[in-house]
């Protein structure tokens, strides 16, 4: 059975923060679960706030295409191959007067810290970052970072053992968008876990999440072919 499970009691993140550390102290990991850390806290801990007054100066520095435009809004390519609105500069639980720039190397910082939690427990570990959706309303967690999970899996039946030749689920976005289920953005709940999957953790040198990002020349919608 799948379970996630919020972890309360952290505290505000600040620049140079263990997050291993808070992490171990308010959460008992097994091997197996799948620890989900919204980017924020990553980006707090890593230093990344900078002045609101420089906001469009740093998401121009953070872009590397703009692929829409309409009056204030740019959605723009950032440097990590995201596409998302104002490059995923972001205002919201952040002190007064600063905007949060997304980690430098999400894979990097997931990697950094299963390496620490892994000395508790066999787990993977996910950075997860809110996106919008082309064509849909709303947005949802998705996987930003990885380290030590299957970012996909790949059914070859299905039901009936008619052969599958395109499902491939991304299940590491599956996985931040159901822990963003018990990570409110009011509820100062920035880690969760999810247990029950114990077949998607792996070692920590398995692909990241920047694998997930879909290359120039397969994207039909850049080309428009």
């Known amino acids: 059975m799948l379970t996630v499970s919020g972890i309360a009691g952290l505290p505000e993140i600040r620049e140079g923060d263990d997050l291993a550390a808070l992490i ?5 990991l097994s091997d197996g679960d799948i620890v989900v850390v919204t980017s924020k806290i990553v980006s707090k801990a890593e230093g990344r706030l900078v002045p609101a007054a420089d906001r469009e100066a740093a998401v121009t520095a953070e872009t590397v295409r703009v692929v829409a435009e309409r009056g204030p809004v740019r959605i723009v390519e950032n440097r990590l191959g995201i596409v ?12 007064e007067g600063h905007i949060l720039l997304l980690p430098v190397d999400p894979d990097a910082s997931a990697r950094r810290l ?31 970072g990885a380290a030590g999970v299957h970012l996909f899996e790949r059914p070859d039946r299905d039901a009936d053992g008619r052969p599958l030749a395109v499902t491939m689920p991304c299940v590491a976005d599956e996985l931040c968008a159901a822990a963003e289920l018990v990570k409110p953005k009011a509820g100062h ?15 920590l040198d398995l692909p990241g999440a920047r694998t997930i990002v879909r290359s120039p020349d397969e994207d039909l919608f850049r080309t428009g072919g």
């Open 84 to 95: 998302a609105a104002a490059a995923g500069v972001d205002a919201s639980n952040v002190p």
């Open 114 to 144: 299963a390496q620490r939690l892994r000395e508790a427990a066999h787990v993977g570990v996910l950075v997860s970052d809110t996106l919008g959706r082309a064509w849909r309303l709303g947005q949802t967690d998705a996987a930003i």
């Open 189 to 203: 709940v920035p880690v969760a876990v999810v247990s029950g999957r114990p077949d998607l953790v792996g070692d």
């Open 24 to 28: 171990l102290a308010h959460a008992s």
